[in-house]
C-alpha cells in the first residue's frame, strides 16, 4: 500500500500559508478596515503566521475598537478558508499511475480535521483515495511521533503486506514507519521551500530508507516494494 504525507510533500505548505493571507487580506478589505495588500505584508513580514496574525490584531485595533476581527476569528478563517493549492510538479501522474496499477493509497497527515480536509478537498485527493484511508492526527487521537495513525492505516487495511510512506520532515515521519517494517522514502526539498527545515540532526532510526528529489521517483521503489 502506499502512504503519503500531505504537507510539503504532495504540495508547498508555503502556498497554504499565502493562500491564507490572502483570504484574511481580502476579508479585512471587504469589511473597510485595511487594505488588503497592508494586511498580507504585515502577515509576510512576520516571523511566523501566529506572530504576523498577533501584528495584524494589534494593527486592527488601534482603529477599529469593537471589532469582530479578533485573533480567534483570523485564526479561524485561516485554518478554514478554502485554498488555493496544487499538487506539485508530477505528483497527479504518480499517484494516477499507482492507483491505475491497482495499488491502493493512503494519507498520513498531522493536524487540525477542519484545515487538512479542505486542503484535501483543494486537491482533488478522493480522486484517489477512498475516505477511510485519509489519516488526520486531530481525527486519529495521535500524531506521527507516535505509532497511531500508522497503526490505523494498517488497521483498516488489514489484507495488505507490505507499506511505502512518502513525506519530508525525518522528525516525526520515518520513525514510526521504520520501526513498523514499513518502506520509508523522504522528498528531499532541494529548493530550500519547506515549511519544516530537513537540515536538524535525527538519529538513524528517524532516517528514510531512501531519499529521492522528485515525486515521481518514488514510482521505482513502489515497483519494489
Ligand atoms: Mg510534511
Redesign the pocket.
Known sequence: MFAT?????LYR?IDFVMSGYRAIGLELDKNNIMAADDAINILKSAEDTWHGIDNLVAKIWLNHHDTKFSTEWILNLYRTHKPDINFREGVRDTLKTIADTGQKIGII??GRSSTQRVKIEALGLLDFVTPENIIISEEAGGDKTTPIPFEKLKSNNPDEKHFLYI???PAK?FRWPNAMGWTTVELKDVEGK???SQAIYVPENFKAQYVITSFSDVLKLVAKA
Open positions: 504525507d500531505l504537507d510539503d510533500t505548505e497527515t498531522d513525506g519530508d520532515n515521519d519547506n515549511i519544516h
